[in-house]
């Protein structure tokens, strides 16, 4: 797994690329704890991730958690078939907003 971190408009961009497993999923937790902390809305680009386990979800699941505590807008997007059912079927895709690609959900976030 690899992330990086950018800009997109007013927005903090996440780029997930890999396999996000039991084996890295604290290093994601960590990840998004440090962007959650900050202010304004935040775009997960999964475009390039293939694979996330439930120790995965979890981290997902605490990003959720933390922003919604400060009123931020997070948004998924570029989620493939595969992994948007596995959102699905875990009951976490109504935590998100979702987004065919980083570019709509700028366009979609406020600010």
């Given at each position: 797994m690899e992330v990086t971190e950018g800009r997109s408009g007013?927005?903090?961009t996440l780029k997930i690329a890999g396999r996000v497993d039991s084996s890295v999923a604290k290093v994601l937790e960590q990840k998004v704890l440090d962007v959650?902390?900050?202010d304004g809305g935040i775009i997960v680009d999964l475009?390039?991730?293939n694979y996330v386990s439930s120790a995965g979800l979890r981290s997902f699941i605490i990003l959720a958690k933390q922003?919604?505590?400060k009123n931020q807008?997070?948004?998924l997007?570029?989620?493939s078939d595969e992994v948007s059912e596995i959102f699905e079927i875990s009951g976490l895709l109504e935590l998100f907003k979702i987004?065919?690609?980083v570019e709509a959900a700028v366009a979609a976030l406020p600010g």
């Open positions: 007013s927005a903090t959650a902390s900050r475009s390039a991730m922003a919604r505590a807008t997070i948004a997007a570029g989620m987004y065919d690609s």
